[in-house]
């Protein structure tokens, strides 16, 4: 099994399309880390993720706006193609499993409401969603003593 998570901002509102008779949101998730060059100067990197999330659930699209910081989690698949100079290129895609809703620009990146599996193709536990009920994010509390 292969999977990639990805925590980053979306570039643009979210396209939701009905291909042969099923739902897809496409969306676009920017993540950037920012590090220090050999010689010490400071240097940011921006890696794309193309997102499709094939679902019935598209209540989530309205939320799925430009600067919006998600969670999502899936399979990726890398697609190559010629492009318009003869050259191959490639870009990096993810069929999407779960997407959480993070925050947005417009809030201070506080979370708009806390999202539990409820948009995600899997099912959910009692252990998911009792971490995604507290609304600071911490870890959940448990009756173990270890």
Not at 66 to 77: A, D, S, Y
Not at 88 to 104: C, D, F, H, K, Y
Request: charged share 20%.
């Amino acid at each position: 099994m292969i999977k990639m998570q990805v925590i980053g901002r979306l570039g643009k509102d979210c396209l939701v399309n009905n291909v042969n008779g099923r739902n897809v949101i496409n969306f676009t998730v920017a993540h950037s880390e920012r590090f220090k060059d050999s010689q010490g100067n400071q240097q940011e990197k921006t890696v794309w993720v193309d997102c499709a999330y094939w679902t019935d659930r598209t209540a989530v699209a309205p939320y799925l706006v430009k600067g919006t910081q998600v969670f999502v989690e899936g399979q990726p698949e890398v697609r190559t193609f010629t492009k318009s100079d003869g050259t191959a290129g490639a870009a990096l895609s993810m069929r999407v499993r779960e997407v959480q809703l993070l925050g947005s620009k417009a809030d201070g990146g506080t979370p708009a409401q806390p999202q539990s599996s409820g948009y995600s193709s899997a099912p959910s536990n009692t252990a998911s969603s009792n971490a995604s009920s507290v609304n600071d994010f911490s870890e959940p509390v448990d009756d173990l003593p270890f």
